[in-house]
Structures are given as structure tokens and as C-alpha cells.
């Protein structure tokens, strides 16, 4: 830079300009990060699902505010990039919360920190998993039995094996196809595990043939029609071997 070239605001050479003003003194005559005074949130207050965007997601958060929920409001100068921001509760309403925050803002190679105060308004809405779940409502089934029989003779060992098992394939599941399972009813035979989401009951059932080796029998029922077409609800039967399910040995002559 030519040692004649100097920032037009504070005088200062030596220094990256662009358009004749330096870094430090653009960054304090620009709006680096900006959230509205007031915003607004939807959750779920049953699962704590979010809705953004026409869609639910993050079932399971906590009804707790956070950085992730109020990103989407943040408003950057086309320059700036934000590093971190930590949002701190100062006080309000279960329905009405009032916060600050704290953002690392990156600006033309200079790191600032920019306070952000906000009130969200937080609206509860259920969801639409926790809204069929409510109503009983479920698109599949997956049954859980044992081997083959006409009718188990200890039927309590049997739900609690098929239980350990269900345990360890729930670790494994994704999110949604934990959202999908919608309720559990206990079976002389095993138990019924009721799905909203067909495809997340599908690849449940998958997951336990791949782990288990076990075939998977499936059906469907006619349940009604959606604009003019059948709509099927589709049960997937799996049947894990065991001892606990047979009939117990006769005395010994």
C-alpha cells in the first residue's frame, strides 16, 4: 500500500483498506449480526419437535431455547461470518422468553463479539407424530413372536426376551424411525409394535433379519382410500427362535 494511503475515518496507514476505510473502522459502522426484536418458535410439547419450514424435526429436544432454534433469524452483513453464538435466558414466561446473546463474528479478517437481545414467543403446537399417536393412528405393524406355534406356554418369558431383543434393536434405530413408533401392546404370542411411517416399520424389520438372520413375512390390509386410491396398512411379522416359547418337557418315566 502507498505510505501516502490512509483511512478516510480515523487517519491511520498502513492498513488494508477497502474503499478507503480500514477494517476496524467498517466493522464499527456496520451491522455485522442482527436478530428482530421479537421472533417466534413452534414446538411440540409433547416429543419437543420443532416447525420450520413447513416440516417437524429435532423430536426429542428439550423445551429449552437455543442457538439453533434462533440461527435461522440471525441477519449477517454479507461479509461477516459467525463463529459462536451463547444465548443466555434473562427471564420471561414458559410462553414468552427473554434473551442475550453473545456472537464471534468474523469481519474482513478481524474477530468481534456482537450482543444480540431478542424476545421469542413461543408457541405450542403438537406435532403431527404425537397428533396420530393421540388418535391411535398407525400406517404398519411389526409383530415380535416367537417360533411357530400354536399357542406359547409361558408367555411372560417370552415377552420379556422379544423385549431384550426389541431393547437392542432400538439402540441401533435412527431418528426417525424412533419418531415413527407411535405405541406397544403386549400379545399371549409376543407383542405388536405400532408404526405411523411404513417405510420406518420396513427398515426396522430389515435391520432385524440382517441381525438376526430371520425371514420376515409381510402383509397388508386394505384400511381406505386417499384421493381415489387404496391406502394398505402393512404388517411385518419376524420370529426370533428360542427356547422360552416351547412346551415344556413332560416328567421323565
Not at 9 to 20: E, H, I, N
Not at 146 to 175: H, I, M, N, Y
Amino acid at each position: 500500500m502507498p505510505p501516502h494511503e490512509f483511512c478516510v475515518v480515523c487517519g491511520r496507514t498502513g492498513r488494508t483498506l477497502t474503499d478507503g476505510v480500514c477494517a476496524e473502522c467498517a466493522a464499527e459502522r456496520t451491522s455485522l449480526v442482527r436478530i428482530p426484536e421479537h421472533v417466534q418458535v413452534v414446538l411440540c410439547p409433547q416429543c419437543g419437535a420443532r416447525r420450520g419450514g413447513g416440516r417437524w424435526s429435532r423430536a426429542g429436544a428439550s423445551s429449552v431455547i437455543t442457538a439453533e432454534d434462533l440461527a435461522p433469524f440471525l441477519v449477517l452483513d454479507p461479509e461477516a461470518a459467525v463463529r459462536e453464538v451463547r444465548w443466555t435466558e434473562r427471564g420471561g414466561t414458559p410462553s414468552r422468553r427473554e434473551l442475550r446473546g453473545m456472537a464471534r463474528v468474523r469481519f474482513r479478517g478481524l474477530e468481534r463479539a456482537v450482543a444480540l437481545d431478542v424476545v421469542v414467543r413461543v408457541v405450542g403446537q403438537t406435532c403431527t407424530d404425537c397428533g396420530r399417536r393421540s388418535g391411535r393412528y398407525y400406517t404398519a405393524i411389526v409383530q415380535l413372536r416367537g417360533e411357530a406355534s400354536p399357542r406359547t406356554r409361558r408367555p411372560k418369558e417370552l415377552r420379556r426376551r422379544l423385549d431384550g431383543v426389541w431393547q437392542g434393536l432400538w439402540e441401533e434405530f435412527r431418528g426417525d424411525w424412533r419418531s415413527a413408533v407411535a405405541w406397544r401392546e403386549e400379545r399371549p404370542e409376543g407383542w405388536d409394535v405400532y408404526f405411523t411411517d411404513t417405510l420406518a416399520a420396513r427398515s426396522v424389520a430389515r435391520l432385524a433379519r440382517q441381525r438376526f438372520g430371520i425371514p420376515i413375512v409381510e402383509s397388508a390390509s386394505l384400511f381406505g382410500r386417499r384421493n381415489g386410491q387404496d391406502v394398505y396398512r402393512v404388517t411385518f411379522c419376524l420370529r426370533f427362535p428360542g427356547r422360552d416359547d416351547r412346551t415344556p418337557p413332560g416328567p421323565e418315566r
